[in-house]
């Protein structure tokens, strides 16, 4: 059974730095074929994927937020971590881990099959 | 970068009814397009991959159509666990980054 799971703070302070990790169970992140990305949400708006990590640990980021970004993994712990510098209150959103069944040039490498539960960051002071 | 544009931003409809709903891209994306549903309070879910094909588990009446830049999802009758908000999906080549569309959401009417 596959599932994934993000853990965080729950409020940050504007200009602070957010730490969130995703633990997958039922599935290996040493998997050559398994990629995890982080997509957020704010309050009743859309989806906004951040970034990705593949098989092989080559990162992708959002072209906008690449600045802040980082994503990185730790295949004996199962778990995809993401830092965002420089927090602000329009952070504010619904953080989700999401998994892709596929690498870059496979055909299934492009959508996301199972989804964490999300966890909601509040940027304030 | 692509950019998805979903039509129409609100369908309101009747249980029994059909949706129709579309996501355009500004460039052609093949058939990488995925689709979701997404209740409130919920992760969203994955429908339809590769276009027109139904994620395991996902019923019948969900149906995807479409190539290149004009696709569609349809749900032939809905019923009541249907009304929720639908987004559609798909990544670029290179560098790969993901984007989603604006959603539609399908309220009862």
């Known amino acids: 059974q596959v599932t994934l799971k993000e853990s965080g703070p729950v409020l940050v302070k504007p200009t602070e730095t957010l730490t969130l990790t995703c633990t997958v169970s039922g599935f290996s992140l040493s998997n050559a074929r398994m990629g995890v990305s982080w997509i957020r949400q704010p309050p009743g708006k859309a989806l906004e994927w951040l970034a990705h990590?593949?098989?092989?640990?080559?990162?992708s980021y959002s072209t906008s937020l690449k600045t802040r970004l980082t994503i990185s993994k730790d295949t004996s712990k199962s778990q995809v971590v993401l830092t965002m510098t420089n927090m602000d209150p329009v952070d504010t959103a619904t953080y989700y881990c999401a998994r892709i069944p596929g690498d870059y040039f496979d055909s299934s490498g492009y959508y996301f099959d199972y989804w964490g539960q999300g966890t909601l960051v509040t940027v304030s002071s | 970068e692509i950019v998805l544009t979903q039509s129409p931003a609100t369908l309101s409809l009747s249980p029994g009814e059909r949706a129709t709903l579309s996501c355009r891209a500004s460039q052609s994306v093949s058939s990488y397009l995925a689709w979701y549903q997404q209740k409130p309070g919920q992760a969203p879910r994955l429908l339809i991959y590769a276009a027109s094909n139904r994620a395991t588990g996902i019923p019948d009446r969900f149906s995807g159509s479409g190539s290149g830049t004009d696709f569609t999802l349809t749900i032939s009758s809905l019923e009541p666990e249907d009304f929720a908000v639908y987004y559609c999906q798909q990544r670029s080549n290179w560098p790969p980054t993901w984007t989603f569309g604006q959603g539609t959401k399908v309220e009862i009417k």
């Open positions: 990590i593949f098989s092989n640990d080559e990162k």
